[in-house]
């Protein structure tokens, strides 16, 4: 498996627990919109600990981008990737995953199950073909959205946050569930793009097929 060593060129805070890592692109690296890659940290104790995470910059960026959500509580790799700063080191492999753009759909994600989706959304955008697209954002709270003005800007009318523990009268409520879908997707016959808690994406990979979805036009990562 081939391996990089990159140095951190900057981190940037996009929420509470969230931040955008910009690392040192290696010569030739390449990746579709949507594919991860496995990470390490490169220190003692840390350089088996791999874990996968979504590119979220566009292959002609000069660096690379990883946005990662931290779980203090786990004491993990999110943890300790918190505590590095730029400069510090990490370890990168091959590109790999199943999320790729076909068609204009609507892409659903869970907290951050977003990721996948900000370098296909960022590349429509440059590419002035976001068209019809829909994204459908469930989070906690407002304050756990990432990259909100940014979500606006690309998708403006056609991105819906969901809250699932505030009342907010800007935003919708509750799951997204069979009763929400029903109600805020007109067609399903259009792909549909799904990332999220494993548990989110299971029931919703089964609701979408209940509702008329083809399987084949689902797409989440197996």
């Known amino acids: 498996m081939e391996q990089h060593i990159v140095s951190i060129l900057s981190i940037q805070d996009v ?12 010569a030739g690296y390449h990746f579709v919109p949507g594919q991860a890659t496995d990470v390490a940290i490169d220190k003692e104790g840390w350089r088996d600990e791999k874990r996968p995470f979504t590119l979220t910059g566009l292959n002609e960026y000069p660096y690379l981008e990883f946005t990662i959500k931290s779980y203090p509580d786990h004491h993990g790799v999110t943890n300790e990737l918190y505590k590095l700063k730029a400069g510090d080191q990490l370890i990168l492999h091959d590109v790999w995953g199943a999320i790729a753009y076909k068609s204009p759909g609507c892409f659903i994600a869970g907290g951050a199950g977003i990721t996948p989706f900000i370098a296909i959304l960022r590349q429509l955008h ?5 068209g019809q697209n829909q994204l ?3 989070n906690k709270t ?6 909100h003005e940014e979500l606006d800007s690309i998708l403006r009318q056609n991105v819906h946050y969901v809250l699932t523990k505030e009342n907010n009268p800007s935003y919708l409520t509750g799951p997204i569930d069979k009763t929400f879908l029903q109600r805020e997707v007109k067609d399903f016959s259009r792909p ?25 036009s689902v797409v989440f990562e197996k």
């Open 126 to 130: 440059k590419d002035k073909t976001i």
């Open 15 to 26: 929420t509470h627990d969230v931040r955008a890592y910009r690392l040192e692109k290696p």
């Open 136 to 138: 459908f954002f469930s």
């Open 192 to 216: 549909f793009y799904v990332c999220g808690p494993d548990q989110m994406v299971k029931d919703l990979t089964r609701i979408l097929g209940e509702l008329g979805a083809r399987p084949d």
């Open 142 to 147: 407002a304050g756990d959205i990432i990259y």
